[in-house]
């Protein structure tokens, strides 16, 4: 028979000398107090007040999308009891209670308990995140019959995850699995294997990774670092590893980052799409009266089912006859779009860490201006020069030289002109020669590189201005387009 503890609170004691004029309140107390009503969790939820959580909850919904045709609603919500691993202590009336079945001890709330960023009261199973990811074996392993080379595991068959089936192969070969055997076939050891070493970093992950280092015997080693590292944390690691020497490895591992594998170029290619596919949707669904804000909507709803993200949504719209804008703006404002509008943009969508990008200028409900019509044939007379220059063994300076068509022609530029891209914002970081920020850095292009074209072509006042360009990769002959919208001012919003 089970046997309960009860376990209280001490006794706080006052060992002052000097007598206090207000008596010092009980601070945990007023803490306990203030998620208690927070939360509420003693009282009916029809009786509830609108405050700390309730109101939370009730000031965010309804939530309903973008066309208004569907709507989330708050009823109510309610909180879990608590109750021992084997079951025999339940409720909130056994706070502080201890099972001596299971051991278990139920502790007082305190602050740390409902702390965002505090693992300590974390379910076991969701880690705190809310939600918990499962899988049905049978459905991703639905013949065993078949061999991993053969595709046993039926979610990496499919293209878009042709990166992941050749992670499974190395990951098969460096463990000695058979890849021409029946998955049936294998040990119970190689059919639960896992890609291993993943796990949390601790409180304190400057501790965890030089305990690691000294068990893998490299406390004297050379280490490299790579990006930038907080100098507390640095101190930390020549405190905990006196006897390492520390390498900057930055250069080396961006150098890298570079060069686009055949994995990386296939998941670009899905990114890619994705960023025509919200731009083609911006296109059709831009009207007058919809607000710059409600533009990164549209483009969200047309790539959301399929995987993307809008990760670069920078647009500023202006009237054409009196503009006032000349660059994309990276805060969406709520002005709302008129006919005669010009909106310049620099769009991308993200799908499995990479993106796509696009910049093309639109007109709203009617054809370019006769300026703004100019600003475009010189953005693509300079991005058709600045292509034809880059392939591979070409250098920065034959890219410089391919865009002078912009000052010849009487306007600058105001953003870089080509930079490499994905997995970050890579070298080369180029504008014109006249608008560089100081001497350019030698570069040569080679394959595999991608890079974005962008002439953000500007009048030299600074009153207006477009941009136009797109994603690339270097190829054998030169340079392939990763994006395919039509590169052309774009006409939208007719009635």
Not at 398 to 418: K, N
Request: proline share 6%; net charge negative; hydrophobic share 40%.
């Amino acid at each position: 028979m089970s046997e309960t503890v009860r376990l209280t609170a001490p006794k706080r004691l006052d060992l002052s000398k000097i007598r206090t004029a207000i008596p010092i309140p009980n601070l945990i107390e007023l803490q306990k107090r203030s998620y208690e009503r927070f939360l509420q969790m003693h009282v009916a939820p029809a009786d509830r007040e609108t405050a700390g959580l309730q109101s939370v909850f009730k000031s965010i919904f309804p939530i309903r999308n973008f066309r208004q045709t569907c709507s989330l609603e708050f009823v109510e919500y309610t909180i879990g009891n608590w109750e021992c691993r084997c079951g025999e202590l339940q409720g909130i009336d056994n706070l502080r209670s201890e099972c001596k079945s299971c051991g278990q001890v139920h502790q007082e709330p305190e602050p740390r308990l409902f702390s965002f960023n505090n693992p300590f009261g974390a379910c076991p199973r969701c880690q705190g995140f809310g939600n918990t990811i499962d899988f049905d074996l049978d459905r991703v392993i639905p013949d065993p019959g078949k061999s991993i080379q053969q595709g046993a595991v039926e979610p990496w068959t499919k293209p878009r995850f042709r990166a992941q089936f050749q992670d499974l192969k190395r990951f098969a070969l460096e463990r000695n699995i058979p890849l021409d055997a029946p998955f049936r076939q294998l040990s119970a050891a190689q059919r639960n294997a896992v890609i291993a070493d993943t796990r949390w970093g601790g409180m304190d992950t400057t501790e965890s990774v030089a305990a690691e280092l000294r068990e893998k015997g490299l406390a004297t080693s050379a280490l490299g670092l790579a990006g930038g590292v907080p100098y507390r944390r640095y101190q930390a690691l020549q405190h905990a590893l006196p006897e390492a020497a520390w390498v900057d490895l930055t250069a080396e591992l961006g150098r890298l980052r570079w060069i686009k594998s055949e994995e990386e170029m296939a998941v670009m290619r899905r990114a890619a799409e994705l960023t025509d596919l919200a731009v083609a949707a911006l296109a059709e669904e831009l009207r007058p009266g919809m607000r710059e804000i409600d533009l990164l909507g549209v483009m969200q709803a047309a790539v959301q089912m399929q995987g993307g993200q809008v990760e670069l949504c920078y647009l500023a719209s202006t009237p054409m006859q009196e503009p006032n804008a000349f660059v994309p703006a990276q805060t969406l404002s709520e002005r709302r779009i008129q006919a005669g509008d010009v909106v310049i943009t620099e769009i991308g969508v993200s799908w499995g860490g990479y993106a796509g990008q696009i910049h093309r200028p639109l007109a709203v409900g009617t054809s370019p201006s006769a300026e703004y019509q100019q600003l475009f044939e010189v953005a693509s007379e300079a991005y058709y020069r600045i292509a034809e220059a880059i392939r591979p063994g070409a250098s920065e300076q034959e890219v410089l030289a391919a865009a002078e068509v912009i000052h010849e022609t009487g306007f600058t530029i105001c953003d870089d002109l080509v930079h490499g891209f994905g997995g970050g914002y890579l070298p080369p970081v180029l504008r014109t020669r006249r608008t560089s920020h100081g001497p350019v850095e030698p570069f040569v292009f080679e394959k595999n590189m991608c890079v974005v074209i962008q002439p953000n072509v500007i009048s030299p006042e600074r009153r207006m201005g477009i941009q136009l360009g797109q994603l690339h990769v270097v190829d054998d002959d030169g340079l392939e387009t990763l994006q395919h919208y039509p590169l052309e001012f774009i006409v939208t919003g007719a009635a």
